[in-house]
């Protein structure tokens, strides 16, 4: 009885072992739970100014849809541990920031945990009236052996670029999905 013991005890903690660890969230994301449904609001829209005190941050989605893909990403964008918002496809959103240092995360929203765990991250010090732009360009990076992957490259962007693509890209209206 004591060997069945022992023996259960053991081998209880070498399965403990064995079971795969939670996905760890990077912090300057949300909580992992968190989806978002997004319309693009087509209308034109311009570059705004940052409001008495604060910088202004824009995010740009560049999607470019792989050959025979069918897929239009959801991407979350994470501000110093929350969600910012989200686009999808080539669409762009905008959020106000207080001056300091800032951590920006991207992450596709996918019910696949192989895209899902994957984060693209950077950080920024904001200066008050200040306006800064990044774009994430989700893409498949194709490899020697025959398979694929998603990247999201997340990466600051000048003004002109992103006048460019406020031109040709929609408002993300996001909400929670519930």
């Known amino acids: 009885m004591k060997v069945a013991l022992i023996f259960l005890l053991l081998a209880s903690g070498?399965?403990?072992?064995?079971?795969?660890?939670?996905?760890?969230?990077p912090p300057s994301c949300g909580p992992i739970q968190v989806s978002f449904d997004v319309k693009p609001d087509r209308h034109p829209h311009s570059l705004g100014q940052p409001g008495p005190g604060k910088a202004l941050v824009y995010v740009f989605e560049e999607f470019q849809e792989a050959s025979g893909g069918?897929?239009?990403?959801?991407?979350r964008l994470g501000l110093d541990g929350d969600w910012a918002g989200a686009t999808k496809g080539s669409s762009f959103l905008f959020f106000s920031v207080a001056p300091g240092e800032h951590h920006l995360c991207a992450n596709w929203q996918s019910s696949s945990p192989q895209i899902s765990n994957q984060y693209s991250l950077t950080s920024f010090t904001a200066e008050s009236g200040k306006v800064?732009?990044?774009?994430?360009?989700?893409?498949?990076?194709?490899?020697?052996?025959?398979?694929?992957?998603?990247?999201?490259d997340l990466a600051p962007m000048d003004r002109d670029g992103a006048n460019y693509l406020i031109g040709i890209s929609s408002l993300s209206r996001w909400r929670p999905h519930k």
């Open 132 to 152: 800064y732009f990044f774009k994430v360009a989700p893409r498949v990076e194709s490899f020697h052996d025959g398979g694929n992957a998603w990247r999201k």
């Open 70 to 75: 069918f897929i239009t990403p959801t991407i």
């Open 14 to 25: 070498a399965v403990a072992q064995n079971l795969p660890a939670a996905p760890t969230v």
